[in-house]
Nanobody, 116 residues
């Protein structure tokens, strides 16, 4: 079955960095685009970044452009989110997501807290 397992979250001061990882299994990872979403307390889940199956195409939310970088390793079946210059408004639970045919799969999420 499809599994997505995120890791790398934590507490960081404003201006700091974190790298999130999402290890995928149960499907042919190199065939599918992958996305990172986040959900802040009391807010709806929002798209942060997307990467094509081969890594050649990426797209970012305006709020993270120039600060976050999405990448993938199709040998390790892993998608990453490098987050730099973190702000308090980046706080939330970060999820990776994949759409396979008509189904959407989510990981369990990893908590990111940006606070001094």
């Amino acid at each position: 079955q499809v599994q997505l397992v995120e890791s790398g979250g934590g507490l960081v001061q404003p201006g700091g960095s974190l790298r999130l990882s999402c290890v995928a299994s149960g499907f042919t990872f190199s065939v599918y685009a992958m996305s990172w979403y986040r959900q802040a307390p009391g807010k709806e889940r929002e798209l942060v970044a997307t990467i094509s199956n081969d890594g050649d195409y990426t797209k970012y939310a305006d709020s993270v452009k120039g600060r976050f970088t999405i990448s993938r390793d199709n040998v390790k079946n892993t998608v990453y989110l490098q987050m730099n210059s973190l702000k308090p408004e980046d706080t939330g639970v970060y999820y990776c997501r994949v759409n396979i045919v008509l189904s959407t799969y989510w990981g369990q999420g990893t908590q990111v807290a940006v606070s001094s």
